[in-house]
């Protein structure tokens, strides 16, 4: 008797200090805030300007499909397999929106694409579907369209 009431006791604390196992709920590793999106955005981009494969894999999700500005279609595994060096221009984000479904999140932004001088040479507005699995977003879908200059 002694042995099941220590037993209950230490499942009782457990259960106070967890109470994630309480509820059967997962401990978020990140938020699901438009701010946390938004960083996750900004993350997605700086990983293409410095070709960082190991962040890339981990923000593409296997199943992720991208619609360049080109017109291709892409998956994951093609996206990363045309990394390269480092590319010569700064890209910075303007005219974002984030919507948030539970979890989907959609991001629609402006991509401003500048040479070294802060000449702009192409901007380009894209819309990305990113998923909430296991404690972290995702990116499943992006759509990529070239805005004329004005």
């Known amino acids: 008797m002694k ?3 220590g037993m209950l006791r230490l499942l009782t604390i457990a259960l106070s200090i967890f ?3 309480a509820f059967g709920r997962e401990i978020p590793i990140q938020g699901r805030t438009e701010r946390t999106v938004l960083r996750f ?3 997605w981009l700086r990983a293409l300007v410095e070709r960082d494969r190991a962040t890339l894999d981990r923000i593409l999700a296997d199943d992720f499909i991208d ?3 080109k017109g291709q279609l892409r998956n994951k595994w093609q996206v990363l ?3 390269s060096n480092p590319i010569p ?3 910075r984000l303007q005219d974002v929106n984030i919507k948030l479904y539970q979890d989907v999140a959609v ?3 402006l991509n401003m694409i500048s040479d070294q001088n802060g000449r702009i040479m192409m901007r380009i507005r894209f819309t990305d579907v990113l ?3 296991q404690g972290h977003w995702q990116a499943a879908a992006a759509h990529e369209t070239p805005v004329n200059s004005r």
Request: aromatic share 12%.
């Open 3 to 5: 042995g099941r009431g």
């Open 19 to 21: 109470p994630a196992l």
């Open 41 to 43: 955005e900004r993350d």
């Open 67 to 69: 619609s360049n500005w």
């Open 81 to 83: 397999a045309g990394l």
């Open 89 to 91: 221009y700064l890209q």
């Open 107 to 109: 991001a629609r932004c």
């Open 131 to 133: 998923l909430y699995r």
